[in-house]
């Protein structure tokens, strides 16, 4: 079993950036994939960033070239820095680990983009 924890949310102007980190209480190190995820109210849940093992990361269009997903494997944490945040980027954000026969949820941490 692993845990997850996010942290990072807040409330941020238009234009401004954060950095949301999700810890693993175990090793990532085998994780198949590692990603984020939001939901905004009143939709569904979409992929915002995701990690491939040896594989180059995958970005939704919408944060393409803003958002940027990393791992520090000795800290067993991934990131998600957000830049140039507007308010459609506002939701809960999700952490997800795969790993072969285990799929793992963070409990999410608010992100509000607003003036």
């Known amino acids: 079993q692993v845990h997850l924890v996010e942290s990072g949310g807040g409330l941020v102007q238009p234009g401004e950036s954060l950095r949301l980190s999700c810890t693993a209480s175990?090793?990532?190190?085998?994780?198949?994939?590692m990603g984020w995820y939001r939901q905004a109210p009143g939709k569904q849940r979409e992929l915002v960033a995701e990690?491939?093992?040896?594989?180059?990361?995958n970005y939704a269009d919408s944060v393409k070239g803003r958002f940027t997903i990393s791992r520090d494997n000795a800290k067993n944490t991934v990131y998600l820095r957000m830049n140039s945040l507007k308010p459609e980027d506002t939701a809960v954000y999700y952490c997800n680990v795969r790993f072969i026969g285990a799929n793992y949820w963070g409990q999410g941490t608010q992100v509000t983009v607003s003036s």
């Open positions: 990690m491939y093992s040896g594989r180059s990361p």
């Open positions: 175990g090793s990532i190190f085998s994780a198949l994939t």
